[in-house]
């Protein structure tokens, strides 16, 4: 059967049609935006296991952040979480004022998360545990926030200090241990 040169005109004109319309580069971007790895995923929900959520109240942007964290998602969707938008990497682990409580230590699987740059335990409860030496694994981090999270100080950082509006401030409080 063959076709009729209508047919093959309107083909190329619809051709010459689509040819000429933009595309929209973030459209583009966002599907082929690489998902989190699974090494990672695997270590933020053992992370997740190993604490509970504290029945506490909070501020008004205080919530259990981890409660939606579920393995069939992709991890760089779940609260309190960015990646990399080239390499999916988990960059940023938020889980402020995430009602968090248990104790932490150097075996946590947060220290898997090699390419964190900014980690945020602030407001949470940890058994006034010892911040891990682990810490300072993370060479990636830049930015560090326990405030308020019940850890004690170990001796090895004593000298550190936070600041707040160019001020500096120690961080130490009374009823550190060595």
């Given amino acids: 059967m063959a076709c009729?040169?209508?047919?093959?005109?309107?083909?190329?004109?619809?051709?010459l049609y689509l040819s000429c319309q933009p595309i929209d580069a973030?459209?583009?971007?966002?599907?082929?935006?690489?998902?989190?790895?699974?090494?990672?995923?695997?270590?933020?929900?053992?992370?997740?296991?190993?604490?509970?959520?504290?029945?506490?109240?909070?501020?008004?942007?205080?919530?259990?952040?981890?409660?939606?964290?579920?393995?069939?998602?992709?991890?760089?969707?779940?609260?309190?979480?960015?990646?990399?938008?080239?390499?999916?990497?988990?960059?940023?682990?938020d889980l402020g004022s995430s009602f968090l409580y248990g104790s932490i230590d150097n075996n946590s699987t947060i220290f898997q998360l090699a390419h964190l740059e900014k980690l945020n335990l602030g407001n949470n409860h940890f058994n006034y545990s010892q911040i891990p030496s682990r810490v300072g694994d993370l060479s990636r981090l830049t930015h560090l926030n326990l405030s308020a999270s019940f850890f004690f100080w170990p001796s090895s950082i004593r000298n550190l200090q936070t600041y707040k509006v160019g001020v500096p401030q120690p961080v130490l409080q009374s009823g550190s241990t060595s």
């Fill in 4 to 15: 009729s040169p209508c047919f093959y005109m309107s083909i190329h004109f619809l051709f």
């Fill in 26 to 93: 973030h459209v583009l971007s966002r599907s082929v935006k690489p998902l989190c790895l699974e090494d990672e995923i695997s270590a933020l929900l053992q992370f997740k296991e190993r604490y509970e959520i504290a029945n506490v109240s909070g501020g008004p942007l205080a919530h259990p952040k981890t409660l939606s964290w579920k393995n069939s998602q992709d991890c760089c969707s779940w609260d309190g979480i960015e990646c990399n938008e080239n390499t999916g990497h988990v960059i940023v682990l």
